[in-house]
T-cell receptor, first 113, second 117 residues
C-alpha cells in the first residue's frame, strides 16, 4: 500500500524568502506520480506541480520546484520568494498504477510580513 | 484547465435524513471519479473510486450502504449520504480524470460542506 508522509504540521517563512516543505513516500510500484496541492481557507484544491517517477529532471513551475530524490523516496516542495498569498495548507499526494490519489497529512504554511 | 463543479457548496440537514451531492465534469468526459472526505484540520481521505457505468470501489472502513455513489454518466457522479448523523459532518470533495487525461491531470471540485444537526 502506498503511504505519504509530511512531518511538518506547520511552517513559518518570512516574506520574500524561500521555504521547503517535506514529503516522503513509500510505494512498491515503479510507476507513480507525485503531486503538490495548495488548499487555502476556501477549501479549493489548487494544483501546483507534478513529478513522474521516470522523469529525469526535477519539475519546476514558476516559483515552485520539486526536489525529487528517488532513492530516498522524497519529493520536497520548494517555494521561492514567498508571498503573503502563499499562506495556506499544502498537501503532498501520490498516485500509483492503481490510479488512486492519496494525500499526506499536510503542512500549514504561514508567510510573515 | 478542466472544470469540475459540485452542488451544493454547502448543506445543512437533520440527523436521520439523506443528502445528495452532485459532481459534474463541465468540459471533459470523466471516466473515473473519486470522492474524498476532509475533516477540519485534517487531510483528504479517499472514500471511493468510481468508473462510469461500474459499481464504486470503496476504501476499507467506508460503509457502501451509507455512502451511495452513482456514476451513471461520463459527466455526473453523485454521493448520497444516507441516514446522516452529526459525525458525517465534513467537507466532501470530488475529483475526476478522463480517459485522455495526462499523468498530471486530476481535477478537483470546489467541495461541499455538510453539516448534520
Amino acid at each position: 500500500a502506498q503511504k505519504i508522509t509530511q512531518t511538518q504540521p506547520g511552517m513559518f517563512v518570512q516574506e520574500k524568502e524561500a521555504v521547503t516543505l517535506d514529503c516522503t513516500y513509500d510505494t512498491s510500484d515503479p510507476s507513480y506520480g507525485l503531486f503538490w496541492y495548495k488548499q487555502p481557507s476556501s477549501g479549493e484544491m489548487i494544483f501546483l506541480i507534478y513529478q513522474g517517477s521516470y522523469d529525469q529532471q526535477n519539475a519546476t513551475e514558476g516559483r515552485y520546484s520539486l526536489n525529487f530524490q528517488k532513492a530516498r523516496k522524497s519529493a520536497n516542495l520548494v517555494i521561492s520568494a514567498s508571498q503573503l498569498g502563499d499562506s495556506a495548507m499544502y498537501f503532498c499526494a501520490m498516485r500509483d498504477r492503481n490510479n488512486d490519489m492519496r494525500f499526506g497529512a499536510g503542512t500549514r504554511l504561514t508567510v510573515k510580513p | 484547465g478542466a472544470v469540475v463543479s459540485q452542488h451544493p457548496s454547502w448543506v445543512i440537514c437533520k440527523s436521520g435524513t439523506s443528502v445528495k451531492i452532485e459532481c459534474r465534469s463541465l468540459d471533459f468526459q470523466a471516466t473515473t471519479m473519486f470522492w474524498y472526505r476532509q475533516f477540519p484540520k485534517q487531510s483528504l481521505m479517499l472514500m471511493a473510486t468510481s468508473n462510469e457505468g461500474s459499481k464504486a470501489t470503496y476504501e476499507q472502513g467506508v460503509e457502501k450502504d451509507k455512502f451511495l455513489i452513482n456514476h451513471a454518466s461520463l459527466t455526473l457522479s453523485t454521493l448520497t449520504v444516507t441516514s446522516a448523523h452529526p459525525e458525517d459532518s465534513s467537507f466532501y470533495i470530488c475529483s475526476a480524470r478522463g480517459l485522455a487525461s495526462l499523468s498530471y491531470e486530476q481535477y478537483f471540485g470546489p467541495g461541499t460542506r455538510l453539516t448534520v444537526t
